[in-house]
């Protein structure tokens, strides 16, 4: 059994504990090697030319440009998608390119899709007869590209192959750095029903009018990203891992039928032959205010629209700059009100479409969120560049485009809704909004590593819902509410760092456990101020470029000096959990007399030659040497040693100043989880105030299975909390409290 005693020496300056009966650190048979501390080099890119070991882009970083002018239909009857476009792209790498790679996303739509046969398909024992009829007795839909040429500026045809949602172009010859090529392609599809055929875009169907909401996206071939770490980024679409693609500008032309609403990426050129002169009124109103929404098509005109089924049509025409993806939404059910945001002298445009269905939720609600979203990301990251962020209604949605996004939350047909439903609304608008940072401008990889977008958004998400309410029911960020996740068999969990197809609990992994450690690290490791500033580098360092997990860990230690190799170790490539505990808890009193194992260390001392001089010994309560009617709280002077090297060396003044500790407790903590952490530690004494302990995770870096902490109070303690506000994740708490608290059952 170890003991601890305060030595001290007649002329050293200041007092430490000491374990006694060893002349150094013997092995610990528990002891594990402290290789959760050591630097990532063994999992992180070497650094080079192009990413640089600060996390920062390089001399010779470099990105691709597409740029596209794209004519696309909506057949409203038929539910088909017509389009032509050119794509203008340059290379910009120093290598010279044989071929090109576009994305085909549609043709995971298509009947002789690989998506569907992916995973494995039981039996179920009942199913509805709807759903056994589309499952076993009718045709998939059919909603893949029908590509009808690939030519280049002279119209001759460019050889192409299809391997399932990537095409491949041959070049006539090489691309060279700094050279640009055109690809003139002309295409269609059919739309696909998305609450019955799945899909992040399509139409949802109202059976009382017959009408539909088009939510369009994906819906032309488009650029896969060339870059110094993949080269081509041509891995399939499956489902899971979204979109990664280049930036440039975009010239687009939608036509549609002349009764739809519609609104799209970028801005847009032709509004006084789209809007009728009344809805131009209140669009220029609109642009004017910041308090709250202006209805710019109002409830009744959109009900009079669909009624109308109009064969004549509208062309709106869009531009957008320096964006990734285009996107658009129609229909003639569509309200439409927007607000403008003022973010540093600059005027953004808040936009909300949406259905009747929508209300009263929406019309109180969408458009207030967007303009907040906006201005708590701003805040947290770089002021938002694009003219406008919109988002549109619609049933069981949530996704996301430049500029634009689709979002779910309906009222019940009376009009009324639950709190739920109100919140998720608001939480999906957020994060949908909040994508325009994350991918949209600071561009990673979503087919390979999801939890760039998704867990650093859901992050930011929780911040910005946070400002909005502060009682916000908030599901992702707070660290307790992935503790069901980390605490289960870890047979079932995947790292956060793995492939986005290769995850089994999607939400958790790619949402919720980033967001939560991202939160623990500004709250508990980092620290605001630290994390902020970092969190802002990193941001604006890679705004409008294309970053890397290495980039985004190296930027956050170098803008910060702290170093998260551990965390991100532990956090990010490992399923380990988080379980520290208050394992033993001692008692000492200050004593005069030593105990006769304190004369068996002093006889040790002596054979060596050790110095040894006035000293202050401690008496462990309960031990053999402990004696209650002489072991009491600690008075300075009731040691004349003690009392008399203090008068010596400390004026009336600074002895005035010094501490007056009366107990002394020993605490020992075990980690029986793997993951480190910082050891927070809560003191309740007996007249109920409490005292916080925080101390670094390093403080495991000796020994991962247990440390113990001396901790000399004024008041007697009678308890002690590990992680007393759950900021760490911590999945037993049972473990945490001293002296032990019986749980009651649910029975009790």
Known sequence: MRKSLLTFFGLASCITFMAWGQDKPQPDPNYRNPDKFKQMYDLLATPNMYRTASGAPGPEYYQQQADYKIKVELDDRTQKVYGTEIITYTNNAREALDYLWLQLDQNQQSRTSLSPLQNGDRTEPAMGVKQFSRKYLEERFDGGFRIEYVNDAKGNPMPYTINQTMMRVELPKPLAKGEKVELHLKWWYNVNNYLLDGGRSGYE??????????????????????????????????????????????????????????????????????????????????????????????????????????????????????????????????????????????????????????????????????????????????????????????????????????????????????????????????????????????????????????????????????????????????????VPYMSGDQKNLEPIMSNSESIRQFGNNAYGKPACGLNILRETIMGRELFDYAFKVYANRWKFKHPTPEDFFRTMEDASAVDLDWFWRGWFFTTDYNDIGVKEVK??????????????????????????????????????????????????????????????????????????????????????????????????????????????????????????????????????????????????????????????????
């Not at 032309?220 to 081509?232: K, S, T």
């Not at 062309?315 to 003639?332: C, E, G, I, P």
């Open 205 to 482: 169907h109202f059976d009382a009018d017959g009408n539909n909401v088009y939510i369009i996206a994906q819906f032309y071939p488009r650029m896969a990203v060339y870059n110094d770490v993949e080269g081509w980024q041509n891995q399939q679409f499956w489902g899971s891992g979204e979109f990664t693609l280049p930036f440039g500008n975009f010239d687009v032309e939608i036509t549609v039928p002349a009764d739809h609403i519609l609104e799209a990426t970028g801005d847009l050129l032709n509004r006084k032959e789209v809007f009728t002169k009344a809805q131009l009124e209140r669009y220029a109103l609109a642009e004017k205010t910041f308090d709250k929404p202006v209805i710019v098509v109002t409830q009744d005109e959109a009900i009079a629209a669909e009624k109308g089924f109009s064969d004549a049509k509208k062309t709106w025409k869009f531009k957008a700059l320096n964006v990734r993806d285009f996107a658009f939404s129609t229909s003639r059910k569509f309200i439409y009100d927007a607000m403008a945001v003022q973010l540093a002298g600059k005027t953004a445009m808040a936009i909300s479409l949406y259905p009747k269905e929508g209300n009263p939720l929406w019309g109180e609600y969408s458009t207030r969120v967007v303009a907040h979203t906006l201005k708590s990301y701003s805040a947290h990251t770089f002021d938002y560049p694009y003219p406008k962020a919109i988002s549109v209604h619609a049933q069981d949605q949530g996704m996301e485009y430049p500029m634009i996004c689709w979002n779910w939350g309906r009222p019940d047909p009376d009009g009324k809704y639950t709190d739920r439903v109100k919140n998720g609304m608001i939480s999906v608008i957020v994060h949908e909004v909040g994508h325009n940072y994350f991918p949209m401008i600071v561009n990673s990889d979503e087919r390979q590593w999801t939890w760039m977008d998704e867990g650093l958004n859901s992050f930011m998400e929780y911040m910005a819902l946070m400002e909005w309410d502060p009682k916000f029911p908030a599901t992702r960020g707070p660290a307790k509410n992935i």
């Open 587 to 748: 008692k000492y009193f200050v004593s005069n007399e030593p105990s006769k194992e304190v004369e068996e260390f002093l006889k040790n001392r002596r054979r060596r030659n050790a110095p040894i001089g006035p000293m202050v010994y401690m008496i462990e309560e309960g031990s053999v040497d402990y004696k209650p009617e002489l072991n009491k709280p600690f008075v300075i002077k009731e040691f004349q040693a003690l009392d008399t090297y203090l008068n010596e060396r400390f004026t009336a003044e600074e002895r005035a100043a010094l501490k007056s500790p009366k107990y002394f407790y020993q605490v020992t903590f075990d980690k029986p989880g793997g993951l480190v952490m910082p050891l927070l530690v809560e003191l309740t004494f007996e007249d109920g105030t409490t005292e916080m302990h925080r101390f670094p995770a390093q403080i495991w870096r000796m020994n991962d299975k247990e440390v113990s902490r001396t901790f000399a109070t004024h008041k007697a303690i009678t308890k002690i909390t590990v992680d007393p506000k759950e900021e760490t994740a911590d999945i037993d708490t049972q473990n945490n409290v001293w002296p032990k608290q019986v749980e009651k059952s649910k029975f009790d």
